[in-house]
């Protein structure tokens, strides 16, 4: 733990009130939603100007002191748990849209910024922020940023990384750096601001961020669909790439659905059972569009791919729809999920999850296997619930035996151990295998360049040596 004479001398670089060290703090910035991690940290610091945060920078070198930085919390991997005495710096204060250029279409905020926020100020401004995902209520830019957030859009519009014009970062040196200048484009040699989009807050803090926007989207319609198995949905997804530009295809299973369903306040999308069901999202502009989505759609009925299906006729129910899969996570979160998130290209999807099936099914024959996820990106996500008579601990030690072999497929198939959630603390033990022995110790230079002294966020990405 920090020395409370350190703490006092943190107090004088920041705002009156503004080192909170209360128990309540302590627990509700110390940890994300993962909740694996029982919160320990010193102190948590609310910054109001970059010159604050550079100051806590400073003070940290100083006195050695591991800092984590916080968003939303919202994050799945415990990317921004304070468990071990570290000083957590939130950014609830820095959370200021600071300007918008109509031409550029750019957007500058401040890293507290909501998700939700700038969304919104897209759409009152006739734009588009286009990272999407459920807690985009909760989620900070600045959080979004270190994990290259992804989400339900991707397959148009991409991950977080896309939507980065520039950065300010102060790095874990202390260094005040403007990354890209918000450039289009800019060839002048390695683009560091790309560095610290996923860094996870290990190379130094976001402090502003230049966000772009896109034009809005032009009535928006989904599709649920439901197949006999989930070979039919890749043929699925075929069919309608090769018609229409789709703007999400997002899958679940038979189990998923049910859970929602449970919750009693989403209105199922079709009488028929299925065992899966895909989720597809299109801007339906003019007739063609909707007529060629009904084409599709009667195709893939007569192959036998699906079974049965419904299209969205308002906003409220395509806002429906998108309820099936949004509530997902946080409704299965009950049964306290061990979570896995992984991806491989498109193609291999349906070998890939029959292999992992096949292993999850045989070392967890009694547990509930529940899957989803944004498919037509290649990323799913493998939750398997805890029964209702096990402990947490015994039921994660009991999971994180098959990670094992989960993850020596995912090496097979050259895919990736974390798609979206980030390494953080859950998978940090298995980085190698999504990256090799060589790239690791390239990753682990870098961040000695911008974190000589190993402050910013320790134990996240890399297992403490
Ligand atoms: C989603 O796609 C989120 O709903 C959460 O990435 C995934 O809870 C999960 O495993
Ligand atoms: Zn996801």
């Avoid at 928006?220 to 090769?242: N, R």
């Avoid at 090496?411 to 990736?416: D, Q, V």
């Avoid at 990753?443 to 000695?448: L, N, P, V």
Wanted: net charge negative; glycine share 8%; aromatic share 10%.
């Amino acid at each position: 733990m920090t020395h409370p004479a350190v703490i006092d001398e943190l107090m004088t670089l920041v705002d009156p009130g503004k080192v909170l060290t209360d128990p309540a703090s302590l627990e509700a910035y110390g940890k994300d939603w993962t909740k694996h991690y029982p919160p320990a940290p010193s102190a948590i610091v609310l910054p109001k100007t970059l010159e604050q945060v550079q100051a806590i920078v400073a003070w940290a070198n100083r006195h050695q002191v591991a800092l984590v930085p916080s968003g939303g919390r919202t994050g799945l991997s415990a990317g921004a748990v304070a468990a071990n005495g570290e000083v957590v710096v939130a950014f609830d204060y820095m959370n200021q849209i600071l300007s918008f250029n109509e031409f550029d279409r750019t957007v500058v905020c401040q890293p507290g910024v909501v998700t939700r926020q700038l969304q919104q100020f897209a759409e009152d401004h006739g734009l588009y922020y286009p990272v999407d995902f459920a807690s985009s209520g909760s989620s900070q830019i600045g959080g979004n940023i270190a994990t290259n957030a992804g989400g339900i859009k991707v397959i148009r519009y991409g991950m977080t990384r896309n939507w980065v014009a520039g950065l300010k970062v102060v790095t874990g040196k202390g260094d005040l750096l403007e990354l890209n200048k918000d450039l289009i484009k800019n060839a002048t040699g390695y683009d560091l601001r790309q560095l610290f989009i996923g860094a996870e807050g290990t190379l130094g803090f976001v402090v502003e961020a230049t966000m772009r926007l896109d034009r809005a989207p032009r009535n928006l319609t989904a599709m649920v669909l439901g197949t006999p198995d989930f070979d039919s949905i890749m043929p699925v997804l075929h069919a309608f790439q090769g018609r229409l530009d789709l703007t999400a295809f997002e899958f679940f299973s038979d189990k998923a659905l049910a859970k929602v369903m449970g919750r009693g306040d989403v209105p199922p999308p079709f009488d028929t059972d299925c065992p899966f069901y895909a989720l597809l999202e299109f801007e339906a502009s003019n007739e063609d569009v909707a007529n060629d989505a009904l084409a599709t759609f009667e195709h893939c009925v007569e192959q036998g791919w699906v079974l049965d299906g419904v299209m969205s006729q308002s906003e409220t129910q395509l806002k429906n729809l998108w309820k099936l899969r949004e509530y997902i996570s946080e409704t299965i979160s009950h049964w306290t999920p061990y979570k896995n998130d992984i991806s491989v290209t498109v193609s291999k999807v349906p070998a890939f999850l029959r292999d992992i099936d096949a292993i999850v099914a045989q070392h967890y024959p009694d547990y509930e296997v529940v899957w989803y996820g944004h498919i037509g990106d290649g990323n799913l996500h493998l939750n398997i619930l805890k029964p209702d008579d096990m402990s947490k601990d015994a039921f994660f030690a009991s999971c994180a035996r098959v990670n094992k072999w989960v993850f020596e497929i995912v090496e097979r198939y050259n895919g990736s151990i974390s798609a979206e959630h980030g390494v953080g603390m859950t998978k940090r033990d298995y980085l190698g295998y999504s990256r090799s022995a060589d790239e690791i110790a390239c990753m682990k230079a870098i961040k000695a360049v911008f974190d000589p002294n190993g402050i910013m966020n320790p134990g996240k990405i890399f297992a403490p040596e």
